[in-house]
């Protein structure tokens, strides 16, 4: 039940690019122009901590890059493309860095670009325990360093029936996490947000507690989707969208996708997440994008895609957002409308 | 042509000595501070229209204009409500001729942001505005509050207040705290978790209502 290999997608699958009409077209990259307007990062790198890596040290330049203070139109090399990036066109990159619900900096959408100016995402270290053989804190660097970095387009579902596509860069989540060794106890793997009210405003306002907790059940985790991301448009993460390192879990709601990740614990247990114990009738643990379910106050049949022109139809919303045939099969005998 | 006598144009620019002062007060209001109202109600429309024509509105342009001109929608419903607390509590008498207009206002903007919800968010979904309106509760409300203005800006001519007899007019315009309270509920419902905005409104309205209820208390 903790892990479910035999229920996976083979290696293989993943590779073979399959074009369905709801995929992201590559002609919908957004054009190179649209970097320009980046704000600059102006703080100094911090070089890599040269603490003991329990990882391998296999050095790709793109990892080497990492350990600077990530700058704007700075584009990360060497990047692996996945053979199956959504079709759908990329969201213009301002829309997508200056419409974001981060509370940790404030809680309108365009707070998070406003007030994260002074956010230090270096150097950053991810302290890992719970059910797992190698816990311990881990540099930023010796996380990523192992793995090639990938960029992913992924339409990216709102809750709030919003949406946009994404082309990410990360490493599947289950890569990662298997160099932790979780436990056959692990059946679940919380996330925390780095909780520091100096650099991020939002925290001292209380509306939500602090800090903020999402979680996967480890199957979902392990998931070829998941994706550990560390940047996206190919360049590191901006602070606004969750630097320096985010989950990207494409078939359930944004909220799901936690930003800024300082600590990973495997659980026995279901961990408690935030927007859950806030408000549980409107938020579930499982959060999949169902247009089936809707949010007590609102549909989510459709979707806004940011980008849309000012009169034009939303967007139908589809089951797990478009992703039904890789994951799906992790919820068959559930009730989803139940375990929302 | 017949010629305008120098007397009379001078009468009509000017205030004549003979003149009770609270005429001419009702000529200031009317031809100076009236227009002005006027013009300061549409203040927000340029503003928003200027940022339309200029920057734009965002990455999400549809919930901009419609949160923008739901905003101002409530703001207005709250600014007319609290005309006649604010003219009974500081002897401003010359207020009360001020309330028909931004009561007016307020019905004009809660028509824009329906517009706005039917044609930018919507698009025309006519069977997702109607399972929004069933099912929503806080859409519910707000197309609650937009029908209980219609009539009250119907009746809002001298002609109709005569037309029905002002009892039976008062009694229908009690209708607009019915709509305050709406506003400030639908409001509260739509948001995620920042409150302090709404609770603000919702402050402001148990004042003006307060104070309603005090002075009947006293009469």
């Avoid at chain 1, 590559?26 to 790198?45: E, M, N, Q």
């Avoid at chain 2, 501070?33 to 920057?55: H, I």
């Avoid at chain 2, 029908?147 to 001519?157: E, G, N, R």
């Avoid at chain 2, 007019?169 to 995620?192: N, P």
Wanted: hydrophobic share 45%; glycine share 6%.
């Amino acid at each position: 039940m903790s892990d479910r290999p035999d229920r996976r997608a083979p290696l293989g699958r993943i590779l073979i690019r399959r074009v369905r009409p709801t995929d992201p077209k590559p002609s919908d990259i957004t054009p190179k122009a649209v970097f320009d307007g980046r704000r600059a990062f102006l703080r100094a790198a911090a070089q890599a901590a040269a603490g003991a890596a329990l990882l391998p040290t296999i050095a790709p330049a793109a990892v080497e890059a990492a350990a600077e203070a990530p700058k704007r139109g700075q584009p990360i090399p060497n990047l692996a493309k996945w053979s199956r990036s959504a079709a759908d066109t990329p969201t213009d990159y301002k829309l997508a860095t200056t419409y974001n619900n981060f509370y940790e900096f404030g809680f309108d959408k365009d707070e998070p670009a406003r007030f994260s100016r002074n956010f230090k995402p270096r150097p950053w270290t991810v302290k890992v325990e719970g059910h797992a053989g190698k816990t311990g804190v881990f540099d930023f660097d010796d996380l990523i360093r192992p793995h090639r970095l990938e960029e992913r387009i992924y339409r990216f579902r709102c809750v709030e029936a919003w949406s946009m596509v994404v082309p990410w860069v990360g490493i599947p989540l289950g890569d990662v996490l298997k160099h932790f060794e979780p436990t056959a106890n692990a059946k679940y793997v919380a996330f925390e947000t780095l909780y520091r009210p100096s650099e991020m405003p939002g925290q001292l306002q209380t509306l939500i507690k602090w800090p903020y907790v999402e979680a996967l059940r480890i199957d979902e985790a392990m998931n070829p989707l998941s994706l550990l991301t560390v940047g996206m448009y190919g360049e590191w993460l901006p602070n606004q969208n969750g630097a320096p390192i985010r989950l990207m879990v494409p078939w359930k709601y944004g909220f799901k996708s936690i930003k800024s990740i300082v600590r990973i614990v495997f659980t026995e247990t279901q961990p408690l997440t935030s927007w859950s114990l806030s408000q549980p009738r409107e938020y579930g643990f499982y959060a999949n994008v169902n247009p089936n379910v809707d949010h007590p106050r609102w549909s989510q049949a459709k979707e806004r895609r940011l980008g849309d022109a000012f009169f034009s139809p939303r967007h139908p919303t589809l089951p797990f957002n478009g992703y039904a045939e890789d994951v799906a099969q992790l919820y068959a005998g559930m009730d989803l409308a139940k375990l929302y | 042509m017949p010629r305008t006598s120098l007397n009379s144009t001078r009468a009509w620019i000017l205030p004549s000595s003979t003149d009770p002062p609270s005429r001419i007060a009702n000529r200031i209001v009317n031809r100076i501070a009236k227009p002005l109202v006027f013009a300061a109600c549409l203040l927000p429309l340029a503003w928003l229209a200027q940022r339309g024509l200029t920057s734009g509105f965002g990455a999400h342009p549809q919930e901009y204009v419609n949160r923008f001109l739901g905003d101002w929608a409530l703001r207005f419903l709250l600014i007319a409500l609290a005309v006649t607390p604010v003219r009974e509590a500081f002897g401003l008498a010359a207020l009360a001729r001020f309330r028909r207009m931004i009561g007016l206002y307020a019905f004009f903007y809660v028509c824009l942001h329906v517009l706005s919800y039917v044609v930018a968010t919507h698009f025309f979904d006519w069977a997702e505005i109607l399972k929004d309106i069933l099912k929503r509760n806080y859409i519910t409300v707000g197309m609650a509050v937009f029908l209980m203005l219609i009539p009250l800006a119907a009746t809002s001519t001298a002609a109709m207040v005569k037309r029905i007899g002002a009892a039976r007019w008062k009694t229908l315009h009690r209708l607009a705290y019915a709509a305050g309270i709406g506003g400030v509920v639908h409001f509260y419902m739509m948001v995620k978790a920042d409150v302090r905005e709404p609770l603000l409104y919702g402050a402001i309205l148990a004042l003006l209502l307060g104070w309603r209820i005090y002075k009947k208390s006293r009469a």
